[in-house]
């Protein structure tokens, strides 16, 4: 639920559709995560990543990974003054 409604606020944010995937769930050991995160998602370059830790009943991390150049676009649509596009 939290990703849709990220990507609705993203979305109103850009003024653009975001077209989520069905989510995939895979456990691995911490040593496993980068090949499993390779497979899961078919990136194989280098990843500008991103991480929201968060705490209730339960605990967890979500992440978000973008190619690198990808994510100096996304950066862009919301005029980040750190990005090196601008």
Same mark, same amino acid.
């Given at each position: 639920?939290?990703?849709?409604? &990220? &990507?609705?606020?993203? $979305?109103?944010?850009?003024?653009?559709?975001?077209?989520?995937?069905?989510?995939?769930?895979?456990?691995?050991?911490? +040593?496993?995560? $980068?090949?499993?995160?390779? +497979?899961?998602?078919?990136?194989?370059?280098?990843? &500008?990543?991103?991480?929201?830790?968060?705490? $209730?009943?339960?605990?967890? +991390?979500?992440?978000?990974?973008?190619? $690198?150049?990808?994510?100096?676009?996304?950066?862009?649509?919301?005029?980040?003054?750190?990005?090196?596009?601008?």
């Amino acid at each position: 639920m939290a990703m849709g409604q &990220a &990507a609705t606020r993203l $979305s109103t944010l850009l003024g653009t559709f975001i077209d989520l995937s069905m989510p995939r769930i895979c456990v691995v050991g911490v +040593e496993d995560a $980068s090949a499993a995160l390779t +497979e899961m998602t078919g990136i194989t370059d280098t990843v &500008a990543a991103v991480r929201q830790g968060f705490r $209730s009943d339960i605990k967890g +991390e979500a992440i978000v990974l973008c190619k $690198s150049g990808s994510f100096d676009q996304l950066c862009a649509f919301v005029n980040d003054p750190y990005t090196k596009s601008n």
